[in-house]
């Protein structure tokens, strides 16, 4: 397999990483704007794509700064390879366009949302789906972290999540926590949003907010941060008989009856599942369950109409 990626970051090197798990032979080409990029090992380095002939490739994948993607996706449309988009999309909704060309085009394509391959967010989705009669009260959604960790060694201050017009920002970063109530209960009929960056970290991006989706029934609460010292990411359903509690970071579901469903599995270990499911895809000329359209969707829950202030 030959594989072409933009954006050899931290990210990336982890698509890499599995990439050549599942396909040792997998032939990869990076695309650097440095002629003095580091070298990783089972990557070629090239500095132009007229170096290759992208026709020759079996996919593409996007992993450089989200406010590339759109100039990225752009250039790699006429070639119709299959495209692997590290979420979030795009930085803002002025995407419409390029969509419709990817559509157009029948280019399959797959925005990468690990989550969706975690054990306990597969089983609580398959539970609710297949009990519809199920009433559900109310959604509580969590994540807080604190970004200073995030990568060691490096001034937080200085990398993307920190940088608005890279793409930074809690609620665009930590765009997994809609994007699986959107998988899971489709899109919101009436999304409200409060952000704030104002917290001690004393960075310019969006490091607080607050949603409240309305899926009809029920109403989910998001809440996302920056700033948390002690990590916690969970997802709550209430239940008209029960409270399912989700830890995320446990990959466990705890009700009024104790432990309902536990799994070993780490969140680091559903990059290995994401690509063999978009390998299979690509090997099987089928669309993904994520495709570009619907990280648009997930986009416009994230962002305002007119973009995030």
């Known amino acids: 397999m030959k594989i072409l990626i933009a954006g050899l970051g931290s990210v990336g090197r982890k698509h890499v990483n599995s990439i050549l798990k599942i396909i040792p032979s997998a032939e990869i080409f990076a695309i650097r704007s440095k002629i003095d990029s580091e070298n990783l090992h089972g990557v070629r380095n090239i500095y132009t794509l007229s170096e290759v002939s992208l026709h020759d490739f079996d996919f593409a994948l996007i992993s450089n700064p989200t406010s590339e993607h759109k100039?990225?996706?752009?250039?790699?449309?006429?070639?119709?390879?299959?495209?692997?988009?590290?979420?979030?999309?795009?930085?803002?909704?002025?995407?419409?366009?390029?969509?419709?060309?990817?559509?157009?085009?029948?280019?399959?394509?797959?925005?990468?949302?690990?989550?969706?391959?975690?054990?306990?967010?597969?089983?609580?989705?398959?539970?609710?789906?297949?009990?519809?009669?199920?009433?559900?009260?109310?959604?509580?959604?969590?994540?807080?972290?604190y970004l200073p960790e995030w990568r060691p060694n490096v001034d937080f201050r200085k990398v993307y999540s920190a940088i608005p017009e890279l793409g930074g920002g809690v609620h665009i970063d930590l765009i997994h926590e809609l994007?699986?109530?959107?998988?899971?209960?489709?899109?919101?009929?009436?999304?409200?949003?409060?952000?704030?960056?104002?917290?001690?970290?004393?960075?310019?991006?969006?490091?607080?907010?607050?949603?409240i989706l309305d899926f009809g029934g029920f109403c989910a609460s998001v809440v996302l941060n920056y700033y948390r010292r002690d990590n916690k990411r969970s997802f709550e359903v209430v239940f008209q008989d029960d409270t399912w509690n989700v830890?995320?970071?446990?990959?466990?579901?705890?009700?009024?009856?104790?432990?309902?469903?536990?799994?070993?599995?780490?969140?680091?270990?559903?990059?290995?599942?994401?690509?063999?499911?978009?390998?299979?895809?690509?090997?099987?000329?089928?669309?993904?369950?994520?495709?570009?359209?619907?990280?648009?969707?997930?986009?416009?829950?994230?962002?305002d109409e007119n973009g995030t202030k």
Not at 190 to 199: A, D, G, H, I, Q
Not at 264 to 292: A, G, L, P, W
Request: glycine share 4%; charged share 20%.
């Open 247 to 303: 830890d995320l970071l446990k990959n466990q579901i705890t009700g009024k009856e104790g432990i309902l469903f536990y799994s070993d599995q780490k969140i680091s270990d559903t990059y290995d599942k994401q690509m063999e499911y978009f390998i299979n895809c690509v090997k099987n000329k089928i669309q993904s369950f994520n495709t570009i359209s619907d990280g648009y969707n997930v986009l416009k829950i994230c962002l």
């Open 71 to 145: 100039n990225t996706i752009s250039k790699l449309l006429e070639y119709n390879i299959p495209l692997f988009i590290e979420k979030p999309l795009y930085i803002s909704l002025d995407v419409e366009n390029m969509i419709h060309s990817v559509e157009k085009r029948s280019i399959m394509t797959y925005v990468a949302c690990n989550l969706r391959f975690l054990d306990c967010m597969i089983y609580i989705r398959n539970t609710i789906v297949q009990n519809q009669n199920r009433k559900i009260n109310e959604l509580n959604v969590y994540c807080g972290s």
């Open 179 to 211: 994007d699986y109530l959107y998988w899971i209960f489709g899109m919101p009929i009436e999304v409200n949003r409060k952000f704030k960056r104002n917290s001690t970290l004393s960075i310019t991006a969006i490091d607080y907010a607050n949603y």
